[in-house]
């Protein structure tokens, strides 16, 4: 989770509660948990997209542009204000993916949205580059926090090669008040019950058994997007 900059391919999958049991039972021959699932249980990650007062960035990306950005603030479950975060963005174009995020203290997030402040002399490690590229996109639309995302995960690296990975997500929450992360992670479900949020990441070809185990249970890319499904759900209430 300390990687700043790459670039990959992420194809999204949804999983069945047996398609995901299946997954599981087969994957420990092929891929290594990440040490954040300790005993095999998922971590939560939070989320805060940042958009414009209009939802303009996701309604770009909504209609399937060639290229289109995201910018978000993350943690790894619930923190103080004294946790260190990051701040992402996430560029696609042309099915690869970029992503690029530099170290915060949430106080100093809060702060920074607020007024822009970005702190000389961080106690956290920053990468500066990063910093003045997602600064300038925040000044360019005026960005601000408007949807908070959560989501339980079980991630996994395959053995000898950490081009490929795979996330399996589950318990994706989403609520357009309170957005912070230093609150708990609660909202509305995306998700139906017993499905599951899959994404393959890799910048070169998928391995051959899992390319065989999509086959076998005849599962299927879909073009599904956190936000994008909140930001639907959301005017959906309000036209009712």
Same mark, same amino acid.
């Given at each position: 989770?300390?990687?700043?900059? @790459?670039?990959?391919?992420?194809?999204?999958?949804?999983?069945?509660?047996?398609?995901?049991?299946?997954?599981?039972?087969?994957?420990?021959?092929?891929?290594?948990?990440?040490?954040?699932?300790?005993?095999?249980?998922?971590?939560?990650?939070?989320?805060?997209?940042?958009?414009?007062?209009?939802?303009?960035?996701?309604?770009?990306?909504?209609?399937?542009?060639?290229?289109?950005?995201?910018?978000?603030?993350?943690?790894?479950?619930?923190?103080?204000?004294?946790?260190?975060?990051?701040?992402?963005?996430?560029?696609?174009?042309?099915?690869?993916?970029?992503?690029?995020?530099?170290?915060?203290?949430?106080?100093?997030?809060?702060?920074?949205?607020?007024?822009?402040?970005?702190?000389?002399?961080?106690?956290?490690?920053?990468?500066?580059?990063?910093?003045?590229?997602?600064?300038?996109?925040?000044?360019?639309?005026?960005?601000?926090?408007?949807?908070?995302?959560?989501?339980?995960?079980?991630?996994? @690296?395959?053995?000898?090669?950490?081009?490929?990975?795979?996330?399996?997500?589950?318990?994706?929450?989403?609520?357009?008040?309170?957005?912070?992360?230093?609150?708990?992670?609660?909202?509305?479900?995306?998700?139906?019950?017993?499905?599951?949020?899959?994404?393959?990441?890799?910048?070169?070809?998928?391995?051959?058994?899992?390319?065989?185990?999509?086959?076998?249970?005849?599962?299927?890319?879909?073009?599904?997007?956190?936000?994008?499904?909140?930001?639907?759900?959301?005017?959906?209430?309000?036209?009712?």
């Amino acid at each position: 989770m300390a990687i700043e900059v @790459f670039n990959r391919r992420e194809i999204k999958y949804m999983l069945s509660d047996e398609d995901k049991n299946a997954l599981l039972e087969i994957i420990g021959l092929y891929m290594n948990s990440d040490p954040f699932n300790k005993d095999g249980k998922p971590y939560s990650i939070c989320n805060l997209y940042l958009d414009t007062s209009s939802d303009e960035l996701i309604r770009k990306s909504l209609e399937k542009p060639e290229f289109k950005e995201k910018i978000r603030l993350r943690s790894y479950g619930t923190v103080g204000l004294d946790a260190t975060v990051f701040l992402e963005s996430k560029k696609k174009y042309d099915g690869v993916v970029n992503k690029r995020r530099t170290n915060f203290l949430l106080s100093d997030a809060y702060r920074y949205f607020e007024d822009g402040t970005i702190p000389e002399n961080p106690p956290v490690k920053m990468n500066h580059q990063v910093m003045k590229e997602i600064d300038y996109i925040m000044k360019f639309y005026n960005l601000q926090p408007r949807v908070f995302i959560s989501y339980d995960r079980l991630a996994f @690296f395959e053995k000898n090669n950490s081009d490929f990975r795979l996330t399996i997500d589950r318990n994706i929450q989403t609520r357009r008040e309170d957005l912070r992360l230093d609150s708990p992670a609660y909202g509305s479900q995306i998700l139906q019950p017993g499905q599951w949020l899959m994404e393959a990441k890799a910048f070169k070809a998928f391995p051959l058994w899992f390319v065989e185990f999509l086959s076998s249970r005849k599962i299927f890319s879909t073009s599904f997007s956190k936000y994008g499904a909140e930001y639907k759900k959301y005017l959906q209430s309000k036209r009712s």
